[in-house]
């Protein structure tokens, strides 16, 4: 009898569940109107009576269960005008019960029971996702049911979740490192939208690793990731030496700044934390060290020059992926570490348009060079003996003729300052545009579809005159999401064109003597530079030398070097939540890459016609002048990776895995020809040539590279406080040897995060603690086809009717990928509501099975061959640390500082290099260099040479020390000992950024401090220099002259070659400031009336000044230069 | 769901190694470059040209290095200085010997590894007999270039007959073989050039007359067999290779079987022939009686010698008077000049110039119609030389002299015929003559070294015309470090 109401009111409940759920707005639009306070006094009464009195009171039906809800209880309550649900609240929660309100029914159960009076617990299912204060999806946030520790949940990568909860009255907590947390009251919606504002300063909260985000709370690895504004303040047109701010590990290697603001060099060494492979050998001489990081652009690698070539507005986010937790996941390719580009997202919303202009101004910077005028080059001259007799007793009556018409052009005003001739101060611009926005959600049905549309175009011309590189690049993106299923395509669109300074080398013009005109008397531009150009026809000269004038052919010849690049790629990706938790996801790249470069020579070259060259009209000479020289070459990736990702929440424990593989082929082609005999300087076509090359032949390649991984992650996660991540791939490709085609790789790695221990919760002090460790290997596939194949090649003049095809060869069918043991341990915190964070570093990484030659006996034909041998350890520290000790409504101030220091050691070399340490040595005694050796134990960046003593003051002599400890007049290269190791103690850079209002200043300066460095500009332009060239002014005043000078340079006459001595070995310490910007954008109020939605101005200046303690020539073939850019951004 | 996953790894893990297999062009891959009957020719090619590099016969081998040991030029520089003192130990002479034997042996794996494929492959060759052809001169090269090396580095037979130092390589790898004695060499050597003649005996075009369908692309030309090792030069190199070992007997019988072509071919048909007085035009390096010489590149040997005798002038050494005491010998006559400015001093001006040209053979390249030099690797002289010497040394002077008398006759000199004539000639008299004729004959071709050491001549006359002492270990060119083991 008595469960009849019960059953009744259960059914009831039902289809009022169901009908609420429908249009639950409605319904708690009328909940909450109905509202009335009420006031209960009683006094040992039955229970029943109290709720017969709140039924009267507002008007509500009141169910429950007579079996389980005891009403026959008495019961003393007093409650004066109180809201129904907070009197209810007072009134049942002492008794253990619990309520609910559906549509002016008040239904009473024990508490915790309303689940199970719903027949299964939990059953209400609320969608909906989680954004940052940007609308930009937050994955990795918590979601807590309030009231039920058990119950929680993590948004997905779209920052979208789903969780279960009992009642449409339910609260649910959003929390997610860095921002601030949330309470949420469901009140009957079944779908909700959280924004959640940053707690503190904006923090890189995701870590984006290329195949699947990951938030930064729950990572074990090491990452540093760098928001594309912060990029683009420092720098906005050059990434590298924007990205290097960021990361102390991060180094762009160009050891004697040969290189300077070349806008047409791409790096070709980048060092992630330290130098982890052997550098190729041939014929023992180093060819160029060639280490880079792989670039990943959306999921997909991309080469170093596309990334120099990226427009930096398109970028949304950087990650450089440090250690093997983080990087294993990419296997063969990720041992230089892994730099990880997001392009922006098209915006949601209506449609908007933004330009950005950048323009920079570049002013050479020759503050580095020290050289000589023409008084002090002749003073120098004279005091070498360049115009003394050369042999004792001879006549030196020319010579002296030589000086003194020397000596007349120096009266006569002569004294080109060489440097300025092939320099201009350049102007660079660059525009981009971005047309975006979405179109309007119709209804649920038809989804919702984003669009970009991006434009960029603009033009660096470099320091040096006629040196350019310009770029175009035009694309579209495409967003689509509809419910489950979420489609991106983006097409794109770039080219590149550049071109070389006809002006050459900008050490020709270091070297050019200032006492030489530029020009004659009719301002025509003298071909070569020599006294004879002035000296009266029938004077006898006794110095004969000359020197090519290094602006005649850049003025007057039409030589040139240029080349192009058209790419083309489509990137498609998919994903699709199959079933709660688990996703699909799909990514396929189509791209197409076409390279020309085009270089001709004059037939009116020095090169080929020198003076007083009798041949020059003979028919053989006439049609092998000048030069054509044309190459093609054309790559064509197609790559694909699928990924199934699986999220399962239950209690605290959090699991996350993803498996996934992906397949790439990259056919490659090259052809490039040679064609002589240009009949005429203006005749620059290649159809003008009379032949090919003699001799030459069109050559060319044409190969097709295939790899494959297949990877999987796990995560595993208790509470958010203790994390376990394991990582592990099996990478194949077809370079690796027959016998190895595939490699595994793997990682583990662990996070506590302490902060979120109970002992740490009721502090102030600290807000975020975690310590983490990772352990992992990581390969290097610096691999090239021949090395582990042997391969045919067809030789040049055929034999009789047949081309001959021999061997290169000696393929080595073993050669696996060298494979880098990563270990890496973290602590990162944050202190004072973010106003300390710290990020600090430890890793050591044991390099294996290097890629390196080892020599094989020759009677097997060949004398090396490629195999794995060769082991180098990678040691160090680096840390990064933010301070922000001032942050107000309108003011806040942010320090930074960041370090890294990194000690290299070579484990084991192979027999071939020993081979090379002893050939090069035999070679520093012929040449004029101080050279690489290769010595276990000791570092890659060592520097080796002979002790020095200084100079002897009696005979200007240099005194050696050799290994025994006894002292010597003579250099050998067997007493070459290690003097100094160019690692730094420690290198980075540091800086402040100041807010006030809409105004931004920043800087950031870079450091150096205890790095031993060989000062190459005392070597060759102080000591053993040619006294024909010009040199460095110490050349004069700083050498030994006579006896009894204490000098530190020898002998001013002595024009022997200075060997490697540790008296060019130098302590560096440096500090240079690498940018300093002032923003201002303007306050929205002020463009109200306006079109215009936002304006910023911004202006950064590089490279501003550069301090060291070592005073060394930089930009020996392209000078450095200081940068003014500036930035306008215009939102409409 | 999960076993889409599971299709999905097998896919990729299961086709791994065909979808790893790929092969590039340009540089090609041995399973790719082996898939026709043409590859074998390339390879085969390629062997022949990688022979006429300069570390090998397009310099070293030939007209430089072992000629100035051999004292036949004035040296000029230093390091023509140290090799007519046979120091070995100069970093040049160090980095020239190092060459020779990895090159030689580069050959050599170029050899083994076609040989590999060539027993291996199912490949149904298009010309009767073309197989079998290649593969006997893969054998004879392998054979040939080994007893090149075998003449080199080890010390002769009859001076240290325990000698072991070069390992004989049969197959391409990572590995060597062990340092065998020069018994153990020579039977290897023997071996595979007697295993080449069993597969080029009447293979070789040699064999048939000349008719038109011989020319076909693709197909070994008869005209060109003297560009590869053929059927005689394997025989005349068997005959050398008695010698050698001074099996007198073997040595005539292979000298004399190399002659067969001579005399069986109509003469219309012959590839290689005496070539007398007047007839050669242009060919001053009487091509026409190589039988086997390696054609040079268009910059080899030429410029080489353009270098040596145009450039530094080289001389030939001052005994050249008494060397070729007849001025109507036609070597004398054809090969040299006299230094400008001098009335007694001879340079090797005319025998590899660039003006020197084959004649008659079809060309490279469509624009000439002859082809630079040759260099000679062996030649008829040689072959006649080897005959008398067998003979003599089997005490069959006479008709050892008929051979000399033949090959003097078409050098328009007639000594032996002469001593004959009168009744004076000896079996010491001929081998003098012998000896004589090794030094005019090869002149510019570095076999006289070789004739010198197989003769442990202890005494030889200088370039200045001074007799030295000449110690029997200089002979032998030190094998080079790690040349055998880097350990």
């Known amino acids: 009898m008595n469960k009849q109401p019960c059953i009744k009111s259960a059914r009831y409940l039902k289809t009022i569940l169901f009908s609420l759920i429908l249009c639950g707005c409605l319904l708690l639009n009328l909940e909450t109107q109905a509202q009335k306070n009420l006031t209960l006094r009683f006094r040992q009464q039955s229970l029943r009576e109290v709720l017969q009195e709140i039924k009267r009171q507002s008007g509500y039906k009141i169910f429950y269960n007579e079996e389980k809800v005891n009403t026959h209880k008495n019961i003393s309550v007093s409650i004066s005008d109180q809201p129904l649900k907070e009197a209810l609240r007072q009134l049942l929660t002492p008794l253990e019960l619990d309520f609910e309100i559906i549509n002016n029914t008040i239904v009473i159960s024990v508490a915790n029971d309303i689940a199970a009076a719903h027949g299964k617990p939990q059953n209400i299912k609320i969608t909906g996702s989680v954004n940052d204060e940007k609308g930009q999806p937050l994955p990795g946030a918590t979601i807590r049911l309030l009231g039920a520790q058990s119950v929680g949940s993590v948004s997905d990568e779209e920052g979208n979740f789903n969780i279960r909860v009992t009642s449409l009255q339910d609260e649910l907590l959003f929390s997610f490192i860095g921002y601030k947390s949330l309470t949420v009251k469901l009140n009957g919606k079944t779908n909700v939208q959280i924004k959640l504002e940053p707690e503190i300063l904006e923090m890189e909260t995701v870590i984006a690793s290329g195949y699947y985000p990951k938030a930064k709370n729950s990572f074990t690895g090491t990452a540093v990731v760098v928001n594309g504004d912060d990029l683009r303040n420092i720098n906005n047109t050059h990434f590298f030496d924007a990205l290097k701010v960021f990361d102390p590990s991060f180094k762009v290697i160009d050891e004697r700044g040969i290189y300077g603001s070349d806008p047409n060099r791409i790096p070709e060494r980048i060092e992630i934390r330290g130098q982890n492979s052997f550098p190729e050998i041939s014929e023992s001489n180093l060819k160029t060290v060639t280490s880079l990081p792989v670039f990943i652009l959306d999921g997909f690698e991309i080469s170093v020059e596309k990334v120099y070539d990226l427009d930096m507005n398109r970028i949304a986010s950087v990650t450089i992926l440090k250690d093997a937790s983080a990087a294993a996941i990419y296997g063969s390719r990720a041992a230089n570490g892994v730099i990880v580009i997001e392009s922006r997202n098209p915006e949601t919303g209506k449609l908007q348009i933004s330009y950005t202009f950048n323009g920079s101004l570049q002013i050479p910077d020759l503050s580095s060079y020290n050289l000589m005028n023409a008084e002090e080059v002749l003073e120098f001259q004279r005091q070498a003996g360049v115009f003394d007799a050369s042999v004792p007793g001879e006549d030196a009556g020319n010579k002296l003729n030589s000086y003194n018409v020397i000596r007349k052009e120096i009266m006569s005003g002569v004294n080109t300052y060489w440097l300025s001739k092939p320099l201009q101060v350049s102007f660079q611009h660059r525009h981009s545009l971005f047309i975006e926005g979405s179109v309007k959600k119709q209804n649920k049905e038809t989804g919702n579809l984003r669009y970009q549309i991006n434009l960029s175009g603009g033009g660096t011309k470099g320091v040096m005159k006629g040196s350019e590189r310009n770029q175009f690049s035009a694309g579209t993106k495409l967003l689509y999401q509809h419910k489950k299923l979420n489609i991106t395509n983006d097409l794109h669109f770039s080219r590149v064109t550049s071109q070389e300074s006809p002006y050459g080398s900008f050490s020709n013009y270091t070297q050019a003597l200032p006492y030489h005109r530029e020009k004659d008397e009719n301002g025509k531009y003298y071909r070569t530079l020599s006294l004879q150009n002035v000296a009266p026809s029938d004077m006898s000269l006794g110095i004969n030398d000359f020197q090519l004038s290094p602006v005649y052919e850049a003025k007057y010849l039409s030589s040139f070097t240029t080349s192009e690049n058209l790419d083309f790629y489509n990137n498609l990706g998919i994903n699709w939540e199959l079933i709660s938790g688990l996703r699909l996801k799909g990514n396929f790249k189509i791209s197409n890459e076409t390279n020309r470069t085009d270089a001709y020579l004059s037939p009116m070259s020095y090169y080929y016609i020198k003076d007083n060259d009798n041949t020059v009209n003979e028919p053989d000479v006439l049609f092998s002048r000048g030069q054509y020289n044309l190459s093609n070459s054309s790559g064509l990736v197609l790559s694909g990776n699928v990924i199934i990702s699986y999220t399962l929440s239950r209690n605290k424990h959090l699991f996350q895995g993803i498996i996934g593989g992906e397949l790439k082929q990259q056919d490659n082609r090259s052809d490039s020809y040679a064609v002589t005999g240009f009949m005429n300087d203006a005749l620059t076509h290649l159809s003008y040539a009379v032949q090919f090359k003699q001799y030459s032949r069109p050559a060319g390649t044409e190969n097709t590279i295939r790899s494959a991984g297949a990877f999987s992650n796990l995560n595993y996660s208790f509470d958010n406080r203790y994390l376990l991540d394991l990582t592990g791939r099996l990478d194949g490709s077809s370079l690796f040897g027959r016998n190895q085609p595939t490699t595994p790789f793997w990682s583990v790695g662990i996070r506590w995060n302490i902060s979120r221990e109970k002992f740490m919760e009721n502090q102030n002090f600290i807000q975020n603690l975690a310590v983490r460790a990772s352990i992992g290997t990581i390969g290097n596939q610096n691999f090239t086809l021949n090395q582990a194949m042997s391969l045919y090649s067809w030789l040049g003049p055929t034999y009789g009717p047949f081309s001959g095809a021999s061997i290169t060869s000696l393929g080595n069918p073993n050669l696996k990928c060298q494979e880098t043991l990563n270990r890496n341990i973290g602590i990162e915190f944050n202190l004072l509501k973010g106003s300390i964070n710290l990020d600090l570093n430890y890793y050591n990484n044991i390099t294996k099975g290097n890629l390196t030659d080892i020599s094989i006996a020759p009677s097997i034909g060949f004398e090396t061959y490629k195999t794995n041998m060769g082991d180098l350890t990678n040691n160090g520290i680096d840390f990064s640390l933010t301070i922000t000790p001032v942050r107000t409504k309108d003011w806040m101030l942010t320090l930074n500082l960041n370090g890294s220091h990194n000690t290299n050691k070579i484990k084991r070399i192979s027999e071939a290099l020993k081979k090379y340490n002893d050939m090069v040595g035999k070679k520093a005694e012929k040449e004029n260099v101080n050279v690489f050796l290769f010595e276990e134990g000791q570092s890659m960046n060592t520097i080796y040479a002979v002790r020095s003593l200084g100079i002897d003051p009696g005979t200007g002599k240099e005194i050696f020390l050799t290994k025994n400890g006894e002292q010597t007049f003579t250099w050998n290269p067997d007493e070459q000992i290690p003097v100094g190791c160019k690692e730094a103690d420690l290198e980075g850079y540091f800086g402040f950024n100041l807010k006030y209002r809409s105004w931004d200043l920043g800087s950031s300066f870079h450091y150096s401090t205890g790095a031993d460095k060989y000062n190459y500009t005392l070597h060759e332009k102080i000591e053993g220099v040619n006294n024909m060239k010009n040199n460095d002014r110490r050349a004069l005043t700083e050498r030994w002259k006579r006896p009894g000078d204490v000098a530190r340079y020898k002998s001013i006459k002595d024009t022997s070659p200075t060997r490697s001595t540790s008296r060019f070995v130098q302590k560096e310490h440096m500090l240079s400031l690498n940018s300093l910007r002032l923003s201002y954008t303007l306050p929205t109020e002020k463009l109200k009336q306006n079109f215009i939605s936002m304006l910023r101005l911004s202006a950064t200046m590089n490279d501003l000044f550069y301090i060291s303690t070592i005073r060394q020539e930089r930009g020996l073939s392209y000078p450095f230069a200081r940068t003014i850019h500036f930035a306008a951004q215009i939102n409409f | ?487």
Not at chain 2, 465 to 478: E, I, V, W
Request: aromatic content about 14%.
């Open chain 2, 1 to 487: 769901m999960n076993k889409s996953i599971y299709l999905f790894l097998v896919l990729i893990l299961s086709s791994c190694n065909d979808w790893f297999d790929a092969q590039p062009q340009g540089n090609i891959g041995e399973e790719q470059l082996f898939s026709d009957e043409t590859a074998f020719l390339n390879a085969l090619a390629g062997i022949y040209t990688q022979l006429r590099e300069n570390t090998l016969y397009g310099e070293q081998l030939s007209v430089s290095s072992l000629e100035f040991m051999a004292q036949n030029f004035v040296p000029d520089d230093e390091i023509s200085k140290s090799l007519t003192a046979y120091d070995y130990s100069t970093p040049e002479n160090q980095k020239m010997i190092h060459d020779i034997w990895r090159d030689m042996y580069n050959a050599i794996a170029a050899c083994n590894k076609t040989l590999e494929h060539i027993i291996a492959t199912e490949i149904v060759f298009n010309f009767t007999g073309q197989r079998e052809i290649i593969t006997g001169e893969l054998y004879a090269l392998r054979g040939a270039l080994h007893f090149e090396l075998l003449r080199m580095f080890h010390p002769h037979p009859s001076v240290a007959p325990s000698f072991k130092g070069m390992p004989y390589m049969t197959t391409f790898g990572s590995e060597t073989g062990p340092a065998l004695s020069t018994g153990e060499l020579l039977e290897y050597i023997i071996h595979d050039l007697k295993h080449a003649a069993k597969l080029l005996y009447k293979t070789d075009p040699l064999f048939s007359a000349y008719n038109n369908s011989d020319e076909q692309p693709g197909k070994l030309s008869r005209k060109l067999r003297t560009f590869h090792m053929n059927y005689y030069a394997v025989t005349a190199e068997l005959a050398r290779i008695y010698l050698y070992k001074k099996e007198y007997q073997q040595a005539y019988n292979y000298a004399d079987t190399t002659f067969h072509h001579i005399r069986q071919m109509n003469p219309s048909y012959q590839v290689f022939y005496y070539f007398g007085p007047g007839k050669y035009n242009s060919d001053k390096s009487f091509s026409r009686e190589h039988i086997f010489g390696i054609a040079s590149g268009p910059t080899g040997l030429t410029q080489v010698a353009e270098n040596m005798f145009g450039e530094r002038q080289i001389e030939t050494c001052q005994s050249f008077k008494i060397i070729y005491p007849s001025a109507k010998d036609t070597r004398y006559r054809d090969w040299f000049q006299l230094k400008a400015n001098t009335t007694d001093r001879f340079i090797l001006s005319e025998k590899f110039s660039r003006e020197s040209l084959l004649s008659g053979y079809t060309s490279t390249t469509s624009e000439t119609k002859e082809l630079p030099v040759r260099i000679p690797f062996i030649k008829l002289g040689e072959v006649a030389l080897i005959a008398a010497e067998a003979l003599n040394e089997l005490n069959r002077t006479n008709e050892a002299a008929e051979w000399v008398i033949e090959l003097q006759n078409n050098r328009d000199i007639d000594f032996i015929k002469d001593l004959k004539n009168t009744g004076t000639l000896t079996k010491a008299r001929l081998a003098e003559e012998i000896r004589a004729e090794y030094h005019r004959e090869f002149y510019g071709e570095g076999q006289l070294f070789f004739f010198h050491k197989r003769m442990n001549d202890t005494q030889l006359i200088r370039y200045d015309g001074k007799q030295f002492d000449m110690p029997a270990t200089k002979y032998t060119l030190p094998i080079p470090a790690n040349g055998l083991s880097v350990n």
